[in-house]
């Protein structure tokens, strides 16, 4: 185990250095630069400001020097946000994601599993079709669809909520419910498959020929075996729903870590797209390492090596 997750460690430090490398380099590839939009500056006002930030630099020195700051855990100064640093931004953005994320991440984990257990035990019953119905649904319909639709009935039609204002918990519940529709249908769908086969096997069967109680057979016997596709798919979906969608806290007006990296972009905010980008990655590493681990205590047949 501890050779196997020292493996993992130095693969994923490895995995960050190339994420940063190549995304330090393709930001400096794109013509232009984050005040070069900027209209009625004087070129010794511009070239003030770039000796100010320091990108007059050599290329190679910039490259040093950010990577430096990185094993520093320093991200650097946001461009475009005057006064405020990288670290400053994600610190006060990333927990209105979390928040949003997390409430989405369990929504699509209670109604996913439950309805694929249902459905692989009903199964070609109106339980299944009804299930595997709202699970397409939920794969094909793209989320800003689901988004302004949430929208229209919540709160124009109804008034039951307000958006585009933050004001914590009670505005998260729509936007997590927009999160939750895909990865709620695709673990439906997961663990129906998973499920179906796991049922067919031998000692299910004898499981039951013992006279256990389904409850008992599904539960203590088939779900530890067809819960692990879930598992392996909780690394990715997890760090995709924690870190926001973008298009979803744009809708909703939700000051998380999508809208910075969004604005960042459009803005040509070097630094704060760096950093959301290394941030993002180091989360998605991370939470693979953690899954990787769970699925050897959850399956010990699994050889962690």
């Known amino acids: 185990m501890r050779k196997y997750i020292f493996q993992r460690i130095w693969t994923s430090l490895l995995t960050l250095f190339v994420v940063i490398t190549l995304t330090f380099f393709m930001m400096r590839a794109i013509p232009g630069g984050p005040f070069t939009g900027e209209k009625g500056i ?54 209105v994601s979390l928040m949003v994320g997390s409430l989405a991440l369990a929504l699509a984990l209670a109604v996913g599993i439950p309805a694929g257990i249902v459905s692989a035990l009903r199964r070609g019953r109106w339980q299944d079709r009804s299930a595997m119905v709202l699970a397409t649904l939920g794969i094909t319909i793209p989320n800003f669809v689901i988004a302004t639709t949430l929208v229209y009935l919540f709160a124009y039609r109804w008034g039951w909520v307000t958006v585009g204002f933050w004001e914590g918990l009670p505005t998260a519940v729509l936007p997590a419910l927009t999160l939750a529709g895909y990865p709620m ?54 760090a995709g729903i ?28 070097y630094t704060t797209i760096m950093g959301v980008t290394i941030f993002y990655s180091a989360l998605l590493v991370f939470l693979n390492l953690v899954v990787d681990i769970c699925l050897g205590f959850v399956d010990p047949r699994i050889k962690l090596h």
């Not at 990108?55 to 006064?83: C, H, I, K, M, T």
């Not at 924690?242 to 910075?260: H, I, K, M, N, Y």
């Open 185 to 238: 249908a695709f673990i439906s769908r997961l663990t129906r498959s998973s499920m179906l086969e796991v049922i067919q096997q031998d000692y299910i069967r004898t499981a039951y020929s013992k006279g256990l109680r389904e409850r008992t057979v599904v539960y203590i016997h088939a779900l530890r075996n067809a819960i692990i596709p879930v598992i392996t798919y909780l690394g990715p979906l997890a």
């Open 42 to 95: 004087p070129p010794h006002i511009l070239a003030k400001i770039m000796e100010r930030y320091r990108l007059s630099d050599p290329l190679y020195v910039q490259y040093g020097r950010y990577l430096w700051n990185v094993l520093r855990f320093d991200l650097g100064p946001s461009y475009r946000y005057e006064g405020m640093t990288v670290n400053e931004i994600i610190r006060g953005s990333f927990p």
């Open 242 to 269: 924690l870190t926001g969608s973008f298009v979803v806290e744009q809708v909703f007006g939700v000051p998380g870590l999508g809208t910075f990296f969004v604005t960042s972009i459009s803005n040509r905010d």
